[in-house]
């Protein structure tokens, strides 16, 4: 697919309101791919749209559920028109052995940092949550590697109690 056939506020995979839930691959060599380098960065930058979030977990549409009790491991996560990883309003999470990336940035000289320039907004790994644990992960994109988000919606979610370790960025 290509920048035309998503809306902007059109993830690739999303869940809303999970509980207990593992994301796991039984290989360890699961893939999660869109085609940013080809399809989105650049006509995103000319003002289409694209700018969705490839893996996104927002809290539950109608009940306002977080997602509680979730485990992500064994995944690569690759060349999202936005976001790579967006997990919102969570609690209890473990996010390990993960491979998280923008394949189409060199990593020194000139064309990098062009490139850097169109992959803007190519977050790694963004929590909005309380005890979260996130390790063994590498995270190479153009933008923040892995982030604390939240937000003051009344849900008394905060992001409280990470730990982040033995992790590349």
Not at 56 to 74: C, G, P, Q, R, V
Not at 77 to 91: E, F, I, N, R, T
Not at 116 to 140: E, F, S
Request: include cysteine; proline fraction near 2%; charged fraction near 20%.
């Amino acid at each position: 697919q290509g920048p035309s056939d998503w809306d902007d506020d059109i993830n690739g995979i999303s869940f809303n309101g999970a509980t207990n839930l593992t994301i796991t691959s039984s290989t360890r060599k699961g893939k999660i791919h869109a085609k940013g380098c080809t399809h989105w960065y650049i006509q995103r930058d000319l003002g289409k749209n694209g700018a969705a979030t490839l893996f996104h977990m927002d809290k539950d549409k109608n009940l306002t559920f977080a997602n509680s009790k979730i485990l992500i491991e064994h995944l690569a996560v690759h060349d999202g028109p936005g976001y790579q990883m967006y997990l919102a309003k969570m609690v209890d999470v473990t996010v390990r052995y993960m491979d998280v990336r923008v394949t189409c940035l060199p990593r020194n000289g000139f064309i990098s940092s062009a490139l850097v320039m169109l992959a803007q907004q190519t977050d790694g790994i963004d929590i909005w949550g309380k005890n979260v644990h996130v390790h063994d992960v590498n995270v190479a994109n153009g933008d923040d590697c892995i982030c604390v988000k939240g937000d003051e919606d009344g849900s008394g979610i905060i992001s409280e109690n990470w730990l982040v370790e033995n992790s590349t960025a």
